[in-house]
């Protein structure tokens, strides 16, 4: 199902940082960031010598929410893609942990797929659009709730530092609406869903980014989670697995 598909990681190795593509023991270097083109350089790096990082550099990142029917509940589906922000210095790399703010007291968990831009993007079509995605990797769009029900904005409940997990790779090539997106808590299943069930698909959802917002490549949009969610506890281990992408695993931190 996904032979097709390539996965580029950055990853630090020995002090220095790399792109690279993904194999099953080893990556492969690439000599600048995917985006930009970067060639393979020949050399390989133990896949266990390596440090996974978040797997680009972007200069923002957007999220949707009401994106599932299944996270609907009561709430009557949107009429278009309803867009918040989050900030870049919130991302977490492969592996980190997930820090609980002072006076958090209901952290939630939200699998996510998420789209990776690949060029510069403003004011397109749908049917643009797609051309515009590089890739899609996993995420987990932590959120405080109480802070997201009372504040005004959601500047810390969806913004804390550690609360955009994203990795581990980027995949291209990947038809991801014959994907499923499953989030685990400590083995449990919590989130099992189709991302064909996608209320707004990738492409119209960059597609309504695009009209005001210039995306750049590098770029991440965090498309929504489905299902339920609840509230975690210092010492949970979170996974989100999405098929041909991987797992992206996080810790709560003690």
Not at 3 to 25: M, P, Q
Not at 48 to 53: I, N, T, Y
Not at 121 to 150: H, L, M, P
């Amino acid at each position: 199902m996904h032979h097709s598909v390539r996965r580029y990681v950055r990853f630090e190795h020995r002090g220095r940082i790399a792109y690279g593509v993904l194999e099953a023991a080893a990556i492969r270097l690439i000599g600048a960031d995917p985006f930009s083109g970067g060639a393979e350089t020949g050399q390989t790096v133990p896949l266990q010598e390596a440090k996974l990082l978040w797997p680009c550099e972007p200069s923002k990142i957007l999220a949707v929410g009401l994106n599932y029917k299944s996270h609907l509940g009561s709430r009557p589906a949107p009429t278009q893609p309803e867009l918040f922000w989050k900030p870049v210095s919130c991302l977490l790399a492969p592996e980190g942990a997930i820090i609980l703010p002072q006076g958090a007291s209901n952290v939630h968990y939200e699998g996510e797929l998420v789209v990776v831009i690949g060029r510069r993007t403003k004011a397109v079509s749908a049917a643009e659009a797609a051309a515009c995605i590089f890739g899609y990797t996993c995420g987990i769009d932590v959120s405080e709730r109480d802070w997201q029900k009372n504040d005004l904005q959601w500047w810390r409940a969806k913004g804390a530092d550690t609360f955009g997990p994203l990795g581990p790779a980027i995949a291209v090539g990947l038809d991801y609406k014959a994907s499923r997106l499953q989030t685990r808590v400590n083995g449990e299943v919590k989130q099992s869903q189709l991302l064909s069930d996608l209320l707004f698909d990738a492409a119209t959802v960059v597609s309504h980014a695009s009209r005001c917002v210039t995306l750049l490549p590098g770029d991440v949009i965090y498309t929504g989670t489905p299902g339920t969610t609840s509230a975690l506890a210092p010492g949970d281990v979170v996974e989100v697995e999405i098929d041909g992408i991987g797992i992206l695993k996080n810790r709560v931190a003690a």
